[in-house]
Structure formats: C-alpha cells, structure tokens
C-alpha cells in the first residue's frame, strides 16, 4: 500500500540533501504594454558559488505556504510533470513555462530572469525525489570601481554593470517549488515578495493553485501544536518559571497581536530563556514539531478569533482547590508564581477590581 501524502514541507536532512539536476534562466526584457519580451537561452553554466546561492533560495522557501493546483488548471501541473519525467525536453519546457509566465503580467514588469530548474532530494534511504524549482529573479544595477594616479591624487572610475543579478535573496521576486510526483498533501509552495503573505493574481493564476489549508485551520494548527509539544517537554528541560501555560500564553498574544505569522519571529516569541544553547534546542524542537504539522514556513494571517474559548484560556488549579484561570501571558494580567521551599509555590494577583462571580 502506498505511503499517505506527508503534510509537513522537506525536513531538515531533506533541504540539506538538495542538489541541482537542470537549470536555466530565460531573459525578461520589459515592454511597455504587454509585460515583457523573452530572450531565450540554450544554456546557463554555473559557478560552484551560483549553484550554492539558489540552492540556499531553495531550501528557504522549502518551507513555504502550502498551495494545491485545482481542479481545472492543468497546464503548469503537466508541464512540471513532464521535466521530471522527459529530461530531454528541459529546455524546450523551461521556454513554455517562461513564456506563459511573461505573458500573463499585464502592464510594466521588471527586467530580470526567469529561471527553471528540476532539483532532487534524498526523501529517504537510497530513495531520490525529484522538484520544480521557479523564480523570477529581478535584475539589479551593480556598480564597479576602479582608480588611478594623477597628479599625486587618486581618482575613482565609478562603472555600471548593466546585466547583473544581484546575490541577495532581496533580488528574488516570486519563487516556487513544485511536486509533481505526489510525495506531499501539498503541490506547490510558493512566495511573492510584492504581495506577501499572499500572492497577486497572476503570480496565482500562472501557477493555477489555491491555498491548501485556510487561515483558520493553520492558526489552530500553530497554537495546538505548541500545546502538545510543551505538553511533551521534561521537567529538566524547561527553562526556569516556564510551562505549559507560559509557553501558550506568548503563543496566544502573538496570533493576537501580529498581521502575518512568520514562523522564526513566532518561535522567538513563544520560546524565551536567557540559556542561548537551551533555547536553541527548544526552537529548534518546536519548529520540527511545526513543520511535521504543516505549519512551519506557512504565511498567512492568523485568525485568533478562529481559537475555541477552552484553547484561548490559560488554567492552574492549587491542591486546595483553588483554579486561576485567565488569557495571555501572566505579565499581562498582573499574577506572579514564586517558587518556594519543599514545593510550595506562592501566587500573587495584583488588579484594579476584584469581583465576586456566583
């Protein structure tokens, strides 16, 4: 029986294990009217330095939002199909996919390049997996400089290099990687730096997808997974004053307080231990507990309101019979824990009304 699609995105040994089996750019070049010209190449030689820069792209959107092409939006999925499955035809695809790419951008687009590579990962133990890897890279002015002597003087020579790609990820625009062998829930994960965490219309129509998991579903996806990991944590491994209730309480104000949910600043915010090895540890536990779940690398707008009252709430309850229940983080609603001798633990609550409930 066939393995079940994999919700989660490449894991960590996966994105190391990258490496480029095809590649080529096509050239952009604007129009004024109709989005850009194509100069198409034959082939594109790169450097060690070059194969490590996009392989360093790849690996970051490895953990991309999750997208699935629809029903009715064939073309980029059997094109993607077909490079994985007719190597020979590489080129001849890469200048169908570029094509139908330029064509769609309606209005001014930027100079830059388009570029297509088929790239392989080690899925698991002598077993290779295939990808499609796109980018619209944007071309950026890049200045050399030389001087001379004149005169007792040193005079500079500013010089524009106008075909230059610039090797910072700030230059790529748009990227996806794609399954088209069906390892994943997912088909596409994709980024559009103009219009993140979302993607522009034809950025969306060219790929022909739609999001897989919808913004609710991911946000209680986030903060139930923080639950079950801190659940699962040991005691010596939590840093001092830490729990279950601490670690979900920084995860709720952060869905509350934050437009977009970008995962290393949602770690950063739920984790905190001033041991920089342990915290370390605990980040790089919970972003794997994360990407098993399909969270990890997504960007989307967090809907806290989407949260059931039970997982919005924070409780203790003291051998007495006492239960302290509330939302957030205990800074927050003014409540301090103070570990005592033999055990014991002394809660305080400062607040401006105290009200009886009945």
């Known amino acids: 029986m066939a393995a079940a699609p994999l919700d989660g995105v490449l894991n960590q040994a996966q994105r190391e294990s990258l490496e480029i089996v095809d590649f080529i ?19 594109v030689q790169l450097e060690a330095k070059q194969k490590a820069f996009f392989l360093d792209r790849l690996r970051e959107i490895a953990e991309g939002t999750q997208y699935v092409f629809k029903q009715d939006a064939v073309n980029l999925k059997e094109k993607c199909e077909q490079l994985t499955g007719e190597p020979g035809r590489f ?47 944007d071309k950026q002015p890049t200045f050399t400089y030389s001087y001379e002597e004149k005169n007792g003087r040193r005079i500079a020579v500013v010089s524009e290099v106008p075909n230059s790609l610039n090797e910072n990820k700030g230059a790529v625009q748009k990227s996806a990687l794609i399954d088209a062998s069906g390892q994943f829930a997912w088909d596409v994960l994709a980024f559009d730096r103009v219009r993140k965490p979302g993607l522009s219309d034809y950025f969306r129509g060219f790929l022909g997808v739609t999001e897989r998991q919808q913004e609710s579903v991911l946000t209680r996806a986030a903060h139930a997974e923080v639950r079950k990991w801190a659940k699962k944590l040991p005691a010596d491994k939590l840093p001092p004053g830490e729990d279950l209730n601490t670690f979900l309480g920084r995860s709720l104000n952060y869905l509350n307080d934050h437009d977009t949910f970008d995962t290393d600043d949602y770690l ?11 915290k370390a540890e605990l980040i ?15 960007q989307f707008r967090p ?20 239960t302290i229940s509330f939302e957030g983080t205990q800074e927050a609603v003014g409540m301090n824990i103070e570990q005592l001798d033999a055990g014991r633990v ?13």
Do not use: C
Not at 109 to 128: D, E, R
Not at 305 to 313: A, C, E, K, N, T
């Open 268 to 278: 950063n915010a739920v984790v905190r231990d001033e041991d920089a090895d342990r």
């Open 303 to 322: 809907q806290p309101g989407s949260l059931r009252d039970s997982d919005r709430r924070q409780v203790y309850k003291t051998l007495e019979g006492v």
């Open 25 to 43: 750019f096509h050239i952009i070049v604007p129009d004024a009217d109709e989005g850009g010209e194509v100069v198409f190449l034959d082939e």
């Open 346 to 358: 002394r809660i305080t609550i400062e607040t401006n009304r105290l009200d009886p409930k009945g």
């Open 91 to 137: 080129v001849e695809l890469s200048r169908h996919i570029t094509t139908d790419f330029s064509g769609r951008h309606k209005g001014h687009m930027s100079a830059g390049v388009f570029i297509v590579s088929v790239v392989k990962y080690l899925h698991s133990a002598h077993n290779w997996q295939q990808l499609v890897f796109l980018v619209k890279m």
């Open 284 to 298: 790089q536990s919970l972003r794997d507990a994360l990407a098993e779940a399909g969270v990890a690398g997504q």
